[in-house]
Every structure is written in C-alpha cells, then in structure tokens.
C-alpha cells in the first residue's frame, strides 16, 4: 500500500510537472504548435437548439501534419458552459477544397457556399457521400477525450499537389448544441424526443415515421424543447473554443488515414454490370428499447450492437476512440478471432462543474496500441460492437468507432514512446481544474490498463 502511495506522489508530481503553463507536454517533440480559435458566435435561450454549419473556419494553414483537436463550449467571458446547461449534441470538423473564384463570403463562416463550388474531401471510410466524413467529431465527451496522435504519426493536411488547380483548402465546422436551461425533461431534450419539441414534420417538412420518436430529425436548428411552466431565462452568446496542434509537414512524419465505423450501416455487396461494389446504408442513430422487468431483475439489462465490415487496406492501428451517448456502457473493435483492437468506454460525470457533469457521458476512454504491434490485413473482417445499458429507454443513441491507420512504421524509431504521449497540454487557464482531472483520469487509466492486461493480455495504453 505504502508503495502504492509513493507511486502515486511521482504521478501526480509527472502530472502536474508535465501540465505546468509554458512547459512542453510532449517532451519529445518541440515542434508541435498549438493554435486556438473561437467558432462563430451562436445563440441559445432555454430549449433551444443550434445546428450549425460554419465554412471557412480559422484554421492552421499551409502543408501541416494535425496532431491533436481539442474543444468545449465556452460562453462571451471564456467560461466553460456546462452539459446541463448547453448539452454538445456534437461538433464536426471536415475539410473541403474550395474554387478560388467561389462568389461567396466566408469571413463569419456563416453563409454556404454552392454546393458546385466544393469538394469535400473524404476520409478512409465507409458511410457513402455526405454522411461521417468529418476529420475530427465528438460530443458531450470533448472536453475527456484524448485526441492527441502520437510521433512520428499525424494527419496530412494543405499538400499543394493534391488540392485541384482553381481551389484552395478550407474547414468546415457544424456545431450542433441544445440548451437545456429550464426544461421540463432535461434527459428528454438531449435525447430528441419529438414530444418535447412537438414535432412531427422533419426540418424539411417531411412526415416522420409514427414509430419515430426521438432523434436528430426531431432537434434541428432552432426546434425548441419544451420548457418547465413560468421558466425565463436569456438567451446568450456561445462559441465552440477548438484547439488545434500540428507541426509542419516533413518527411519524417508518417501520415495516417481516417476511417470511421457506425455500428447501424447495413451494407451490401453488389455485382452487376457496374462492376463490384459495396453499398453502405447508415442510419448514424438507434433507439434502445428497455429491457424486460425480468431482464431488470437479473441485471442483464445491455443492449448489444454489432455489424461486421471488409477493412479495405491494411495498416497499423495507431489511435482508437468510440462515441456513444448517455447509457453508453463501451463499446468495442475486434477481429473475426475475437482479438480485440481497441475498447473504448465512458466515464460518466459526478459534480456540476465542466468536465464532470453527472449523468452525462465527460470522456471517452482511447487506444494507443504500440506502434506497429496491431496489424490490419487487406480485406480482414473487422467487427465493432456497441453496447448501452437498457434498463431505461433511449432514444437517438450513437455507437461510432474512429480510428488512425498507418500504412506504415518508420523505419527507425526516432523517440521513445513515454506514457507523457497520453496526456493533454493543458492550456493555462484550465491548469488547476486539468492537474484535478487528470488526476482522476491517471488513477482510471492505470486501473483501468492493470484490468486490461490481466484480463486479455491487450496492452494498448487506454485512457
Ligand atoms: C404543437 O404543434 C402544433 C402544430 O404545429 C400546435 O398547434 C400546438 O400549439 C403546439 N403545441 C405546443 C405546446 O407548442
Ligand atoms: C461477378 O460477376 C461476374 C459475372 O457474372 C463473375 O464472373 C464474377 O466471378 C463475379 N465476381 C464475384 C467476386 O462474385
Ligand atoms: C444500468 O443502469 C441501472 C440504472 O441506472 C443500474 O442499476 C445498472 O447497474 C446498470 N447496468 C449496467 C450493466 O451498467
């Protein structure tokens, strides 16, 4: 016990050490710079909903290598808003080539440009066209959740020779955020149930579906959810505040591809006289039915979600994450063996304050495999599994899996891989409250790590 003790004074001296104001967090990797912006200013009074799309956001320009995306919503004065007050549905970040000549003002990222004038530029997978092709996207869970992609590793992005002559590259933001301030049911409003918006017509003015009954066809931009009778509050200027690290592009990086699974795609393989093609039908969301009084007598209230995919082209794994919303117990990716690749599950908040709002879903759990130890093959069956606790009812739930893949290793290991690589620069401001946090997130990750390596053998560092 007492070596127990020591053991955590050095952490926690490491922790605070390695999170100080104006020291490096990555200690082996003094070019990475960090850049933060605030998104254009949107507005929320109690029960309403933004979903916004913003083009042309600031963002780090020229050829760079993205290493890390960090976010919150923050209101006028900087401060962090809580999730029981403005609940981030989720943020999006995607990148698109735009025409040079394109006749539309970008500065505010408030008006779209013609859908004639763009290219959004896609990553490795699998949902077709315009659905999950983001770079970056998370939810509730942003302000927990790892993001940072570890050396030699990052995201190319700004490559002059892949940007089509006539456009340049540009970043698209879409903030969807729901204030709950008020509400009658605040669980309800983050969930969409169509009743409390009183919807029953899309965005579009289409029917919905009478067995639809919660969702994002229900909490579209400027839905309202119904408030707690006499309820007055203001509204109020919000931002979504991002964080950006990169280091500028050269040969020793080793770029990694996106690919992002949602365990709801039904896809099919045809072939007919185009050829051999695979469709993919995803839905992004699901409801979870509760479970049976007898299921809840026995405890076994989990409903469990699973589709299998065609991994296209090998690689390494070198970064895994899920998303999944309240009632969310983990979810995993796994080989048709049953070997794991990476689990991710929630930490659930206790407290008030930013960061650790009871009940709602504060940070995701992430792999960092060792590099080059998890090894995708060309055409490996994958299999990614949700899991969310049913002992209530939930509606518009998500069970998505994100992960980096290197096609490569580098030849030589320029640095050693440190656990320092799993920790977040904190900025000055959130230094106290992040040394706080991070405490507890050591102590889970530790934990967590020990379980995990007795139990499976997987060694991937999980936070
Ligand atoms: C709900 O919508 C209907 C039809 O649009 C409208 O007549 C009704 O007043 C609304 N109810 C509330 C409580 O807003
Ligand atoms: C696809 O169809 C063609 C023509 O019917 C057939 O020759 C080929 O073997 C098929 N390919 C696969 C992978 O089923
Ligand atoms: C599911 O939630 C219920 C009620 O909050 C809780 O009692 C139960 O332990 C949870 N089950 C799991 C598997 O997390």
């Not at 290493?67 to 999006?92: C, M, Q, R």
């Not at 942003?142 to 006539?166: F, Q, S």
């Not at 979870?288 to 009084?293: F, G, K, L, R």
Request: aromatic share 12%; net charge negative.
């Amino acid at each position: 016990m007492k070596n127990c003790s020591i053991w955590w004074i050095v952490i926690a001296i490491f922790v605070l050490a390695s999170s100080m104001p104006h020291s490096q967090a990555y200690l082996k990797n003094e070019k990475i710079k960090t850049e933060v912006f605030l998104s254009p200013k949107f507005m929320l009074g109690p029960g309403s909903v933004e979903n916004k799309f913003y083009y042309g956001i600031d963002f780090p320009s020229g050829h760079i290598a993205l290493k890390a995306f960090d976010a919150e919503v923050v209101d006028e004065a900087g401060n962090s808003v809580p999730l029981h007050e403005t609940y981030l549905h989720h943020w999006i970040v995607a990148r698109y080539y735009i025409r040079k000549d394109a006749d539309v003002l970008e500065n505010n990222g408030n008006r779209t440009p013609r859908e004639s004038d763009f290219i959004f530029v896609q990553n490795g997978g699998f949902c077709q066209s315009n659905i999950l092709r983001q770079y970056f996207g998370l939810g509730s869970e942003t302000r927990r959740t790892e993001t940072h992609i570890p050396d030699p590793y990052a995201l190319e992005v700004g490559n002059p020779t892949e940007i089509p002559p006539g456009y340049e590259e540009r970043w698209m933001l879409n903030v969807h955020a729901i204030d709950t301030r008020g509400v009658e049911d605040k669980k309800g409003c983050t969930e969409c149930r169509c009743n409390l918006y009183n919807v029953t017509k899309d965005e579009h003015g289409r029917p919905l579906r009478p067995d639809y009954k919660g969702g994002l066809s229900c909490c579209y931009d400027h839905a309202q959810c119904k408030l707690r009778h006499g309820f007055e509050g203001v509204r109020r200027n919000l931002y979504l505040k991002y964080t950006v690290q990169w280091v500028d592009w050269d040969t020793s990086v080793v770029p990694v591809k996106i690919f992002i699974f949602d365990v709801t795609d039904s896809w099919k393989r045809f072939n007919d006289s185009t050829g051999l093609r695979t469709e993919h039908h995803c839905l992004i969301e699901y409801d979870v039915e509760s479970c049976s009084d007898t299921s809840l007598a026995d405890n076994k209230c989990i409903l469990t979600k699973k589709t299998s995919f065609t991994f296209p082209t090998g690689g390494y794994v070198i970064y895994g994450v899920a998303h999944q919303h309240s009632g969310g117990i983990g979810s995993r990716l796994y080989r048709e063996d049953g070997q794991v690749i990476c689990s991710s599950n929630p930490t659930y908040g206790n407290g008030k304050e930013a960061g650790n709002e009871a009940g709602y879903i504060v940070g995701m759990s992430t792999c960092y495999p060792e590099p080059g130890s998890v090894k995708l093959t060309d055409g490996e069956t994958l299999i990614v599994e949700s899991n969310y606790n049913s002992s209530v009812y939930h509606t518009g739930v998500m069970g998505l899996f994100y992960i980096l893949v290197a096609d490569r290793v580098p030849n030589t290991t320029p640095f050693l891989h440190g656990p320092q690589e799993a920790y977040k620069n904190m900025n000055n401001s959130a230094f106290i409250i992040g040394a706080i946090v991070l405490l507890g997130v050591v102590a889970a990750a530790v934990g967590y790590r020990q379980r995990n390596k007795s139990e499976d053998g997987y060694e991937a560092i999980v936070m």
